[in-house]
């Protein structure tokens, strides 16, 4: 059974840093896509980033240059370093990813999910 566990959400200033991991567990990703996503309450999934399994990364417009992400193929796992953070970055925070390598970003397009991780950034 293929599990994806978030962590390291939590409530932080504005301006402040938080650090996100998605471990996958019941097979490997490391030529796959692995990214996150975010839901606002009352708000559908907003794409935040991918790491591809070629290597590239990709980013909303509206956390890049503020949000990196690395991954260890070895411990499959991904990480979203998120810096600058803004009171409009507070979601829930899904890790999401697949075992094939694509140019689609849509929620619609991963077939693994986390249960995900709350992020809180107060002013």
């Known amino acids: 059974q293929v599990q994806l566990v978030e962590s390291g959400g939590g409530l932080v200033q504005a301006g402040g840093s938080l650090r996100l991991s998605c471990a996958a567990s019941?097979?490997?990703?490391?030529?796959?896509?692995m990214g996150w996503f975010r839901q606002a309450p009352g708000k559908e999934h907003e794409f935040v980033g991918l790491s591809r399994g070629g290597g590239n990364t990709y980013f909303a417009d509206s956390v890049k240059g503020r949000f990196t992400i690395s991954r260890d193929n070895a411990k499959n796992t991904v990480y979203l370093q998120m810096n600058s953070l803004k009171p409009e970055d507070t979601a829930v925070y899904y890790c999401?990813?697949?075992?094939?390598?694509?140019?689609?970003?849509?929620?619609?397009?991963?077939?693994?999910w986390g249960q995900g991780t709350q992020v809180t950034v107060s002013s």
């Open positions: 999401a990813a697949r075992t094939y390598s694509s140019s689609r970003f849509g929620p619609e397009f991963f077939d693994y």
């Open positions: 019941g097979r490997t990703f490391s030529s796959g896509d």
